[in-house]
């Protein structure tokens, strides 16, 4: 704890403890207290050793193009943050029932603010830790047993560099009982460092859709961690995209604490040049009969890196668990890599568990036979990338965030036609 | 129209067609019969120009151009069409989208118009309906839960569309029952015309029976060692491979 940017951070968390809400400062006070310990998460940690957090904040920065404001979305609330500040000008996320963090956390007893801290266990994860003793906004929604919400709501962070500190969001959302909401999460640019950390409950039947777009250009560093708990016949559907950056890591620690919980989990890296990308998940099956399902599908290029670690814990009570998790990766360069860790634990003896991993270069008997119809190469080798994440992308049940997302896909194959179309 | 001239392809370094001869006239089917390992299949994929099939002496002369160094889009727009005998599944890619890029990456490297929406919608819609293929096998992605008879099928539909003018059937009877066979031969018999010639590489002389040959060659360690009328395949249907090249030698 004796370098610069440890006593920077320091600085600021001292700053900052009880700045959005005075009775948060004892949270914040015992998180600064857990960074003064640890420090910054790096590759001597297991869980961070192929994205080292503490490494990448210290390299220098990688030089980069200016953000594009992303289009707004139709039919959706949104909610507007440019360097991780909140624009409520330019925001409608009120008109869901949304509300500002610090609107939202400023009673210690109201049903928002008892979720901080509280969902599934946190306690000792060094990047939720950093993030409770640096949090300055965000957003907290809270959908009423039985309301489904028409509107997605549009979660968009634009970065365009940020202070040397960063800037630390905080996302509350609880769904209670039959509820259900859709959340796109889009991030454009590229913060010098940031954390997002969501923390979610979904009450019995409710449903939450969470598409995770990010977008980055090549020097953004963050990482984010998106907590859950789902209960009885809850479920949890998400669709993370990410092109990667400098550093760029995504967690979902899920906790499925009632029967029939499902969680769905469908993963799209694509990511070039230099990159980082990391997905790393951790589902605890705490009830019986509840289902997991994952699919993180990655195509890499140049010489990115992508990292997909895969948990399943089965705890005793959880018998009938079915529990699936599958990497696929497509190389298209001989310098590009993918990391992929499953771990299984399992306490219960009547469970269904499986996990694959494959890596592998573009089928060339698909290759050619486009080929042979007339499509040039660069062409047939894109249409086979797009059909690669066709199944994840079918899945989107919403139209237009379906098209949104598969635009960017589409983009990232002409930006990169380059690499795409080349093995190094 | 097309002309082969003492073609010589490796494949992994290894030499399997040693000598290739080959001449066929617009508008005319010829066959290519052979035992296994002859080199039919090396000679489909070397004139659709496939990567890993490496052209060590000889040419391809399409229309009189030396199409021996063409990347495959490049000879697919020039006319040149492989039927293929194991049609590839390629979940993702819809049949509509793949048939529309297909199209129209031909005439752009023609330097023709692309179709519009409608127009292609149109021509497809009046192939699939001749072809007896239903929307259903539109909708879905590429081959995929199809049929064996279905995939031959659907590639018939491609030639139909992309109209080349040389057409390679590899093995188009694999994976067929009789009823299948009949139905893709019927098909790709209402495509034969004056301006598209076929070249029909089968093992069994039964595919002969429904798509009818004026020249039939015998293919048989990496060259051509016999050609003659239809009648070969009723010498080779009753005699085998060994005796009848045995004699021609």
Request: aromatic letters at 6%; charged letters at 25%; hydrophobic letters at 45%.
């Amino acid at each position: 704890m004796t370098d610069s940017l440890s006593e920077s951070l320091l600085g600021a968390m001292e700053q900052r403890r009880g700045a959005v809400a005075p009775w948060l400062g004892a949270l914040q006070g015992q998180a600064t207290e857990v960074f003064k310990r640890e420090g910054l998460p790096n590759r001597r940690v297991e869980a961070w050793r192929y994205s080292d957090l503490a490494k990448a904040l210290r390299d220098d920065p990688v030089a980069d193009a200016t953000p594009v404001v992303p289009p707004s979305l139709q039919r959706a609330a949104l909610a507007a943050f440019v360097d991780g500040a909140l624009d409520d000008n330019a925001s409608s996320y009120a008109q869901i029932g949304a509300v500002n963090l610090r609107t939202a956390l400023g009673e210690k007893d109201s049903p928002l603010a008892a979720i901080i801290g509280k969902v599934y266990p946190q306690a000792g994860h060094p990047l939720v830790n950093l993030n409770t003793a640096l949090l300055e906004e965000g957003l907290a929604l809270r959908v009423p047993a039985g309301t489904k919400l028409d509107l997605p709501l549009h979660l968009r962070f634009l970065w365009t560099g940020a202070g040397s500190d960063g800037r630390h969001l905080r996302l509350l959302i609880q769904l209670e009982e039959g509820a259900e909401a859709t959340i796109y999460e889009t991030h454009d640019g590229a913060p010098t460092f940031s954390t997002v950390v969501t923390e979610f409950t979904l009450a019995k039947g409710a449903k939450l859709t969470h598409i995770r777009q990010e977008s980055f250009l090549a020097g953004a560093r963050q990482a984010a961690v998106t907590l859950g708990e789902i209960a009885d016949k809850a479920t949890y559907r998400a669709f993370y995209f990410s092109q990667g950056g400098q550093f760029a890591r995504h967690e979902a620690l899920l906790k499925l604490a009632g029967e029939e919980a499902h969680a769905e989990l469908d993963g799209a890296v694509m990511v070039a040049g230099g990159r980082h990308c990391d997905n790393t998940t951790v589902i605890e099956h705490a009830a019986p009969n509840a289902t997991s399902n994952q699919v993180f599908r990655s195509v890499l290029a140049g010489s990115a890196r992508g990292v997909y670690q895969g948990c399943i814990k089965v705890g005793q009570v959880a018998q009938k668990t079915d529990a699936r998790q599958l990497s696929r990766a497509l190389l298209l360069s001989h310098k590009a890599e993918i990391v992929t860790k499953p771990e299984l634990e399992i306490f219960a003896d009547d469970v269904k568990c499986s996990h694959g991993a494959t890596a592998g270069e573009l089928d060339a008997n698909a290759l050619f036979f486009l080929r042979a119809r007339g499509i040039p190469e660069a062409e047939a080798r894109a249409m086979l990338i797009e059909a690669f994440f066709g199944e994840a992308l079918d899945k989107i049940e919403n139209e237009i965030l379906r098209e949104a997302v598969a635009k960017n896909v589409s983009f990232w194959l002409t930006t990169h036609a380059g690499e795409a179309a080349h093995v190094e | 129209m097309l002309e082969i001239k003492d073609l010589h392809v490796n494949v992994h370094g290894k030499e399997i067609l040693k000598g290739l001869s080959l001449k066929v006239p617009p508008g005319e089917v010829h066959a290519i019969m052979g035992p296994n390992g002859a080199g039919k299949s090396t000679t489909s994929y070397t004139l659709a120009g496939r990567a890993g099939y490496e052209v060590t002496k000889g040419e391809i002369d399409f229309f009189g151009e030396d199409v021996t160094t063409l990347a495959p889009e490049e000879r697919a727009a020039r006319g040149i069409f492989l039927a293929f005998q194991y049609p590839l599944e390629i979940p993702g890619v819809s049949t509509m989208n793949f048939l529309k890029t297909a199209m129209n990456s031909q005439a752009k490297i023609r330097g023709e118009k692309e179709l519009n929406a409608a127009e292609f919608l149109r021509a497809v819609r009046a192939a699939a309906k001749e072809l007896n293929i239903s929307e259903d096998m539109l909708k879905r992605p590429l081959n995929v839960g199809f049929s064996g008879g279905e995939k031959k099928r659907n590639e018939t539909l491609q030639m139909a569309l992309l109209k080349p003018k040389l057409a390679i059937l590899d093995e188009m009877d694999s994976g067929l029952d009789i009823d299948a066979l009949k139905l893709v031969a019927e098909g790709v018999n209402k495509l034969r015309s004056p301006e598209r010639s076929f070249l029909v590489i089968t093992h069994y002389q039964r595919l002969l029976d429904y798509i009818v040959p004026d020249v039939i060659h015998i293919l048989a360690g990496g060259k051509i060692v016999l050609s003659g009328d239809k009648s070969l395949a009723l010498q080779l249907e009753q005699n085998g491979y060994d005796a009848v090249i045995a004699k021609a030698a």
